[in-house]
């Protein structure tokens, strides 16, 4: 019988750079509360949510993922020529085929890189790390970038005042490479899909059949509302506060580490509130930095987790070489939760 010859990958991966885009629209609480019955107040104390960016038409899914992978392409010093294969995660790219990563891939001039879309929601950016690293390890790409990139403007209720305040829109992208240590540490990760209706699409695309029209959802005005993201808030809080802490844990025990072992903590930006509770479930110590980059960003699903790594970082709040837990959860429902060198 042949033998097929081994994969010759780095012994590790890292991530060596990032980078991100937020929209020029800041969009403030008081634009949301022209069409629901509430207050800046009550949201604030909700969410946690002061600001969040909105894209306008030039700002696509395409546009805003090139310059997020270029920033990140530029802080890990490498050329584009280079990148093996372009992972974009994304809920908000309309268009069923082809993936919207084989555009980006092309306009950051990366060649002939593998390109292709996943769909984990909240947690994409997770799977796409995990796929990264394997790749990297494997020796399929010498580097690869990972893009979390959303529109969720377009798919946002404004008549919701459930969902309403909560979605904004970005990208966050990252370079991973190869690592003579480890510096992406075992990935946690699952689905429970008997919990699947919990945040779903109000309407799915087949229902705009012609023949479907008059069963669709309007909205005050009589017009065909466009489908949208709905969830049931308190069962996705308690949801995220008991299951994914322990989920956070179990990524801590896979890496051989302790909550005193971090420096930075990079959840989800879904809720002030759980993330506030997520800490506090797991005694994270006071000098651990936590990102809360949902205030002025809002939630940006597959987004948020890169878009807050890349402004600790800026800020000088995270530094290069800390050690941070990422976990990403959310629709479907999916989750993905490591241990990472920061670049």
Not at 62 to 71: H, T
Request: hydrophobic share 45%; net charge negative.
């Amino acid at each position: 019988m042949a033998k097929i010859k081994p994969s010759k990958g780095a012994p590790y991966a890292r991530i060596l750079g990032v980078g991100g885009y937020r929209p020029t629209r800041v969009v403030p609480n008081e634009v949301i509360l022209e069409k629901i019955d509430s207050s800046d107040e009550w949201i604030r104390s909700r969410s946690g949510i002061e600001t969040r960016h909105w894209a306008g038409p030039e700002e696509t899914v395409a546009a805003m993922s090139v310059e997020a992978a270029g920033k990140a392409i530029a802080d890990a010093g490498i050329d584009a020529s280079r990148v093996g294969a372009v992972v974009v995660s994304t809920v908000s790219h309309f268009a069923q085929t082809p993936a919207i990563a084989t555009t980006i891939a092309d306009r950051l001039g990366t060649g002939k890189a593998a390109a292709f879309d996943i769909s984990a929601g909240c947690a994409g950016f997770g799977y796409g790390l995990t796929l990264a690293k394997g790749m990297i390890v494997e020796g399929s790409a010498e580097y690869v970038v990972v893009i979390g990139v959303e529109r969720l403007s377009d798919l946002t209720d404004l008549e919701d005042r459930a969902t309403a305040f909560l979605f904004g829109d970005g990208a966050g992208a990252v370079v991973v490479g190869p690592s003579k240590e480890p510096a992406i540490g075992p990935t946690v990760w699952g689905s429970e899909g008997d919990k699947a209706t919990i945040i779903k699409q109000t309407v799915s695309w087949d229902r705009f059949h012609v023949g479907d029209v008059n069963e669709l959802p309007l909205d005050s005005e009589g017009n065909i509302k466009f489908p949208a993201i709905t969830q049931e808030g308190q069962a996705v809080f308690r949801w995220a506060v008991f299951e994914m802490a322990k989920v956070a844990k179990e990524a801590l025990d896979a890496a051989g580490l302790s909550p005193d072992d971090l420096d930075v903590f990079i959840p989800h930006q879904a809720n002030v509130r759980i993330i506030d509770s997520m800490v506090k479930t797991l005694k994270l110590p006071e000098h651990v930095t936590v990102a809360r980059d949902i205030r002025t960003t809002g939630n940006t699903s597959a987004a948020s987790i890169p878009l807050a790594m890349e402004r600790l970082l800026a800020t000088g709040e995270a530094k290069s070489g800390d050690t941070a837990l990422v976990i990403g959860f959310g629709a479907g429902l999916v989750y993905a939760a490591t241990v990472v060198t920061l670049p």
